[in-house]
C-alpha cells in the first residue's frame, strides 16, 4: 500500500511516503523552493501545496500519481468552525477553509494521474499524534500534541496501545499555548510562526520577573487541560522593533514565558501520565520543539522515555497524516532515521562539481580532510547522505567549528548572520556523551537541553550556552560511521570529543539541500572547507 502525506494549510508544507508500513521518504517544500518554511501561515497561502516535495517522493519510490492508494491531507476542514466562533481574529479564515475543501482537486492538477476521490482529509492533531506515537520506538505509550492550532483546538492528550489510539483529552481554541509564544515572539520583534526558538534563547538572558503577571493568563487546570489567553503584552514590556537591540526587559519577559510554558506542560504531562500509566511519552507540535520544556519533562514528569518527533512542527503532520491512513491496512514501523530526504551519489556530486567549474580534491578519508581543518580552527560546511525531515541540522547539513574557543560562537552567529545570543550545539559521540553532559541519552536529534559538566565547561565553551547547558546531538558509529569518524579523527587531533555543530544555510534562508545550495552558500559565506560527499572544496584554491 503506497500513501503519500500531505502538509499544505498553515505553514511548513511538506509531503511523505509511507509503502507497506515503511517509510520510504519525507521532505519539506523549503528545501526545494528555497523559501523559509515554504510559506507564510495566512489565509491566502493555503493554496499552495508541497508539489515539489511530493513528487520527488514519488520520484525517489519509483512512483507516478496513479500508484497511489491514498493522499492523506493533515486537515479536516469539516472539524473546523468560524473563526470568530472560536475566539480567533481571523477574519479571512473562510478563505483558507475553502482552499481545505478544495484540496482533493488542487492535488489532482499538481500530480496528474491522481484520482481525487483518493485524498483523505486526517484531522490536524490526529496527524501530529501520529507522527509520534505509531513510528516512535514505543508501540505502546502516551502522546502528547501541542501547538498554535488546528481545526479548532491546539492540544490532543492521548494513549497508543499497540499503535491504536485512544484521546483522552483535548483543549479548544483559543486557548493555545503556541499561538501564547507566537504573540510573544511577534512582540519581541521577532518574525512569528518562524522565530519561535529564538525566544527560548533569548529567554536564558533574563529572569521571570513576569512570570506571575503571566500565570494570570497561562496556566494549567486539572482535568488535564489549560487556559492560555492573550496577553497585553505591551502592559509589561514595550514592543521591540523589529531588528532594534534587544534589552534586559526583553530578556526577562522571554524567560517569564518560556517559565510559564513549562510549568504549563509539565502538568498537562503528569496528568497523561497519571491517567495512562505509560513509562514512555511521545511528542510532536511545534510547542515540542522547545527542547527547554522538553528537558524539564524528562526530568520531573514521571515518564522514563521522552520520544519527540524531528520534524515536530506541521512539515511533520504529513508523516503523521500517511501513518494514520497506512497504519489501518498495514503494520507500521518505526521511523528509521531523520536523514528522509534527498541524496545524491558520488558520481552526481563528481558532475556538479565539473560542471561548477570548482577546483576540488578527492581525499582518501574525507573524515580526516575535515578534522585538520577543525583542528586549525577552520570553518568546515559538511555535505553527506540524505537531507535531514524537520529543522535540525543533524550531521548531514551543518556547519562544523571548534568547540574549544570561544569566539566561535561569534563567529558562526556572523556567518549566518544571526542574533549575537544564539548558541551553537556540540556534536559527540554516543558512549562519550555521559562524560561531557547530564540529561537524556541518547539525544540523536538535538530536541533536548543537557547541563555540561562543570569540568568540561572552559574546555569547549563555543558550546556552553549562557545558563551552562547545550543542546546536544548524539553519534550512534553504527548509523553516523563518517560522522564519527570525523569526530575520533578531531579527537586525535585536539583531546576533544565534541565538534560545534549548526545549520547549513545562512538567516533566513533554508537549510541547504541540493549540492548547487551547499556550493552557493559556501561562496557567499567565509567557510573554509566544503566536504560534498567523498570530495572537498577549499575556499583558497576555489576563490584564488
Same mark, same amino acid.
Given at each position: 500500500?503506497?500513501?503519500?502525506?500531505?502538509?499544505?494549510?498553515?505553514?511548513?508544507?511538506?509531503?511523505?511516503?509511507?509503502?507497506?508500513g515503511r517509510i520510504v521518504a519525507a521532505a519539506e517544500e523549503e528545501r526545494f523552493s528555497r523559501r523559509k518554511h515554504g510559506k507564510r501561515?495566512?489565509?491566502?497561502?493555503?493554496?499552495?501545496?508541497?508539489?515539489?516535495?511530493?513528487?520527488?517522493?514519488?520520484?525517489?519510490?519509483?512512483?507516478?500519481?496513479? +500508484?497511489?492508494?491514498?493522499?492523506?491531507?493533515?486537515?479536516?476542514?469539516?472539524?473546523?468552525?468560524?473563526? #470568530?466562533?472560536?475566539?480567533?481574529?481571523?477574519?479571512?479564515?473562510?478563505?483558507?477553509?475553502?482552499?481545505?475543501?478544495?484540496?482533493?482537486?488542487?492535488?489532482?492538477?499538481?500530480?496528474?494521474?491522481?484520482?481525487?476521490?483518493?485524498?483523505?482529509?486526517?484531522?490536524? $492533531?490526529?496527524?501530529?499524534?501520529?507522527?509520534?506515537?505509531?513510528?516512535?520506538?514505543?508501540?505502546?505509550? =502516551?502522546?502528547?500534541?501541542?501547538?498554535?492550532?488546528?481545526?479548532?483546538?491546539?492540544?490532543?492528550?492521548?494513549?497508543?496501545?499497540?499503535?491504536?489510539?485512544?484521546?483522552?483529552?483535548?483543549?479548544?481554541?483559543?486557548?493555545?499555548?503556541?499561538?501564547?509564544?507566537?504573540?510573544?515572539?511577534?512582540?519581541?520583534?521577532?518574525?512569528?510562526?518562524?522565530?519561535?526558538?529564538?525566544?527560548?534563547?533569548?529567554?536564558?538572558?533574563?529572569?521571570?520577573?513576569? &512570570?506571575?503577571?503571566?500565570?494570570?493568563?497561562?496556566? =494549567?487546570?486539572?482535568?488535564?487541560?489549560?487556559?492560555?489567553?492573550?496577553?497585553?503584552?505591551?502592559?509589561?514590556?514595550?514592543?521591540?522593533?523589529?531588528?532594534?537591540?534587544?534589552?534586559?526587559? $526583553?530578556?526577562?519577559?522571554?524567560?517569564?514565558a518560556q517559565l510559564c510554558l513549562e510549568e504549563t506542560v509539565l502538568a498537562l504531562a503528569r496528568w497523561l501520565r497519571e491517567h495512562t500509566?505509560?513509562?514512555?511519552?511521545?511528542?510532536?507540535?511545534?510547542?515540542?520543539?522547545?527542547?527547554?520544556?522538553?528537558?524539564?519533562?524528562?526530568?520531573?514528569?514521571?515518564?522514563?522515555?521522552?520520544?519527540?518527533?524531528?520534524?515536530?512542527?506541521?512539515?511533520?503532520?504529513?508523516?503523521?497524516?500517511?501513518?494514520?491512513? &497506512?497504519?489501518?491496512?498495514?503494520?507500521?514501523?518505526?521511523?528509521?532515521?531523520?536523514?528522509?530526504?534527498?541524496?545524491?551519489?558520488?558520481?552526481?556530486?563528481?558532475?556538479?562539481?565539473?560542471?561548477?567549474?570548482?577546483?576540488?580534491?578527492?581525499?582518501?578519508?574525507?573524515?580526516?580532510?575535515?578534522?585538520?581543518?577543525?583542528?586549525? +580552527?577552520?570553518?568546515?560546511?559538511?555535505?553527506?547522505?540524505?537531507?535531514?525531515?524537520?529543522?535540525?541540522?543533524?550531521? $548531514?547539513?551543518?556547519?562544523?567549528?571548534?568547540?574549544?574557543?570561544?569566539?566561535?560562537?561569534?563567529?558562526?552567529?556572523?556567518?549566518?548572520?544571526?542574533?549575537?545570543?544564539?548558541?551553537?550545539?556540540?556534536?559527540?559521540?554516543?558512549?562519550?556523551?555521559?562524560?561531557?553532559?547530564?540529561?537524556?541519552?541518547?539525544?540523536?536529534?538535538?530536541?533536548?537541553? $543537557?547541563?555540561? =559538566?562543570?569540568?568540561?565547561?572552559?574546555?569547549?565553551?563555543?558550546?556552553?550556552?549562557? +545558563?551552562?547547558?547545550?543542546?546536544?546531538?548524539?553519534?550512534?558509529?553504527?548509523?553516523?560511521?563518517?560522522?564519527?569518524?570525523?569526530? #575520533?579523527?578531531?579527537?586525535?587531533?585536539?583531546?576533544?570529543?565534541?565538534?560545534?555543530?549548526?545549520?547549513?544555510?545562512?538567516?533566513?534562508?533554508?537549510?541547504? +539541500?541540493?549540492?548547487?545550495?551547499?556550493?552557493?552558500?559556501?561562496?557567499?559565506?567565509?567557510?573554509?572547507?566544503?566536504?560534498?560527499?567523498?570530495?572537498?572544496?577549499?575556499?583558497?584554491?576555489?576563490?584564488?
Open positions: 500500500m503506497h500513501v503519500l502525506g500531505v502538509n499544505a494549510l498553515f505553514h511548513d508544507p511538506a509531503a511523505a511516503l509511507i509503502t507497506d501561515p495566512v489565509p491566502f497561502s493555503a493554496w499552495e501545496l508541497p508539489e515539489q516535495a511530493a513528487r520527488w517522493c514519488l520520484e525517489h519510490a519509483g512512483l507516478t500519481p496513479s +500508484d497511489l492508494d491514498a493522499v492523506a491531507y493533515s486537515y479536516d476542514p469539516a472539524l473546523a468552525r468560524p473563526a #470568530d466562533r472560536m475566539g480567533l481574529d481571523d477574519p479571512w479564515d473562510h478563505l483558507r477553509q475553502e482552499y481545505a475543501r478544495r484540496a482533493p482537486a488542487f492535488l489532482a492538477e499538481a500530480l496528474p494521474g491522481l484520482d481525487p476521490a483518493k485524498v483523505r482529509f486526517v484531522p490536524h $492533531h490526529l496527524a501530529h499524534a501520529a507522527s509520534a506515537g505509531p513510528v516512535s520506538p514505543y508501540p505502546d505509550c =502516551a502522546v502528547l500534541v501541542l501547538d498554535g492550532r488546528g481545526e479548532c483546538g491546539s492540544h490532543l492528550a492521548g494513549r497508543y496501545t499497540n499503535r491504536e489510539l485512544t484521546v483522552l483529552g483535548a483543549q479548544e481554541l483559543p486557548d493555545s499555548l503556541g499561538l501564547f509564544y507566537e504573540d510573544l515572539t511577534q512582540h519581541l520583534g521577532f518574525l512569528r510562526s518562524s522565530d519561535e526558538f529564538k525566544v527560548m534563547a533569548l529567554a536564558s538572558y533574563g529572569t521571570p520577573r513576569f &512570570a506571575g503577571r503571566l500565570r494570570e493568563y497561562v496556566r =494549567a487546570d486539572d482535568r488535564g487541560g489549560f487556559r492560555a489567553r492573550p496577553v497585553p503584552w505591551a502592559d509589561l514590556v514595550p514592543p521591540r522593533p523589529a531588528g532594534g537591540a534587544w534589552h534586559q526587559d $526583553h530578556a526577562d519577559l522571554a524567560a517569564s500509566g505509560e513509562d514512555a511519552l511521545t511528542m510532536a507540535g511545534g510547542v515540542a520543539l522547545n527542547c527547554v520544556a522538553n528537558t524539564r519533562l524528562w526530568r520531573e514528569s514521571g515518564f522514563r522515555h521522552i520520544w519527540v518527533q524531528p520534524a515536530a512542527g506541521d512539515a511533520g503532520t504529513a508523516l503523521g497524516a500517511a501513518a494514520h491512513v &497506512a497504519g489501518r491496512k498495514d503494520t507500521l514501523e518505526p521511523m528509521p532515521t531523520a536523514a528522509l530526504g534527498r541524496g545524491w551519489s558520488d558520481s552526481e556530486l563528481r558532475d556538479r562539481l565539473e560542471r561548477a567549474a570548482v577546483p576540488y580534491e578527492e581525499p582518501a578519508d574525507v573524515a580526516e580532510t575535515a578534522a585538520e581543518a577543525l583542528a586549525a +580552527d577552520g570553518i568546515v560546511a559538511w555535505f553527506q547522505g540524505r537531507g535531514e525531515y524537520g529543522p535540525r541540522a543533524l550531521g $548531514h547539513r551543518s556547519l562544523l567549528a571548534h568547540p574549544g574557543r570561544a569566539e566561535n560562537v561569534e563567529r558562526l552567529n556572523a556567518v549566518k548572520g544571526r542574533e549575537e545570543f544564539r548558541p551553537v550545539a556540540p556534536m559527540v559521540l554516543a558512549e562519550r556523551a555521559a562524560e561531557l553532559f547530564d540529561g537524556p541519552l541518547p539525544s540523536p536529534h538535538m530536541l533536548f537541553v $543537557h547541563d555540561v =559538566a562543570a569540568d568540561w565547561r572552559a574546555r569547549v565553551p563555543a558550546v556552553v550556552h549562557v +545558563d551552562g547547558t547545550a543542546r546536544i546531538q548524539t553519534v550512534d558509529r553504527a548509523e553516523e560511521p563518517l560522522v564519527a569518524r570525523m569526530i #575520533d579523527a578531531f579527537e586525535r587531533r585536539t583531546g576533544l570529543p565534541v565538534v560545534v555543530n549548526t545549520s547549513l544555510n545562512t538567516a533566513g534562508r533554508p537549510m541547504v +539541500d541540493d549540492p548547487r545550495d551547499a556550493l552557493e552558500c559556501f561562496g557567499s559565506a567565509p567557510v573554509d572547507l566544503l566536504v560534498l560527499g567523498p570530495f572537498a572544496i577549499r575556499r583558497g584554491r576555489a576563490y584564488a
